[in-house]
């Protein structure tokens, strides 16, 4: 590889996502690997107007990098991994994640909010899975929609769009914002929230060789159970649903998962700890269980309610 070309690694344009490739770029020059990182504007960041669930699709944030993917623009591409559709496009695979940071979501306030009580915030937050499981917990909640970078969601909720607003922890951490937050245990993360994922042209095996060389395995281990979670119960990025897998001292997984109506007045979760087998998909097992446990029905309900 040191002979051939640099690899060029497609990403978003935005500051986070930009990060995110640089740290991708860095472990592959420890590699002695060169690289360029080649931004490309994503149809989810030309649309800042719109809630996701309502644009209909999943991958909004990563088609734009399949299609320069299958053209041969890019060599790799990176991605936040909750963003990932779990069915790719013929071509495209998901080749390496790096080691998770943190998963968990957290509440950032207004200034004028700082002493309201949570049951009393607005909330701003277009994620489906973040205003449900709010629901569940405070029912009621006045709850209005938020698009755009961190930075951009940060001015908004000056400008008082809203009391407060929900974030990936891990979003704040890599850029080094200097904010007052919340952790929230009752909002269950997303599939692979805080992972960095790296997708490849499956005929690119040289190269996909060498980005296995970085992936975190444990990370791995965890990641594919929670998408193999979300890909049985068909939620892609817009169903309410929330899934976090680790891995205990004993060796052991434990896995949360939750699956919510709209407004999170019917919730059926699973919280289970197991011996892990690479021969058995734990993720679609114990998507299963909820599916046969009143999951199916809640599952239609939702996809019948966008």
Known sequence: ????????????????????????????????????????????????????????????????L???????????AVHSLKDVPTELPYGVKLISVLARDFHHDVLVRNSKAKNKDLKDLKIATSSLRRRSFWLRE???????????????????????????????????????????????????SA???????????????????????IEDSKTAICTTIERDFLRTLEGGCTAPIGAFAEINVRNEIRFLGRICSLDGKDCIETDEIFQYNSSEKAGEILAQKLLKNGGKELMSIIKRSL
């Open 66 to 76: 399949d299609i320069a993917l299958l053209n041969d623009e890019i060599d790799i």
């Open 191 to 213: 599939p692979s929230q805080g992972v960095v994922g790296i997708a490849g042209h499956e005929d690119k095996t040289e190269i996909n060789d060498i980005l296995k060389s």
């Open 138 to 188: 405070f029912p009621g909640t006045e709850l209005t929609d938020i698009r755009g970078n961190v930075q951009t969601r940060l001015r908004k909720l000056e400008e008082e769009i809203a009391d407060a607003t929900l974030f990936s922890l891990a979003g704040i951490k890599r850029m080094n914002l200097d904010l007052d937050y919340e952790f929230l245990p009752f909002l269950l």
């Open 1 to 64: 590889m040191n002979s051939m070309k640099s690899i060029r690694i497609g990403t978003r344009n935005s500051p986070l996502a930009l990060w995110q490739a640089r740290q991708v770029a860095k472990k592959l020059q420890n590699k002695n690997i060169k690289t360029d990182i080649v931004p490309i504007i994503s149809s989810g960041d030309k649309n800042l107007t719109q809630p996701l669930y309502s644009l209909g699709i999943t991958g909004i944030f990563t088609k734009d």
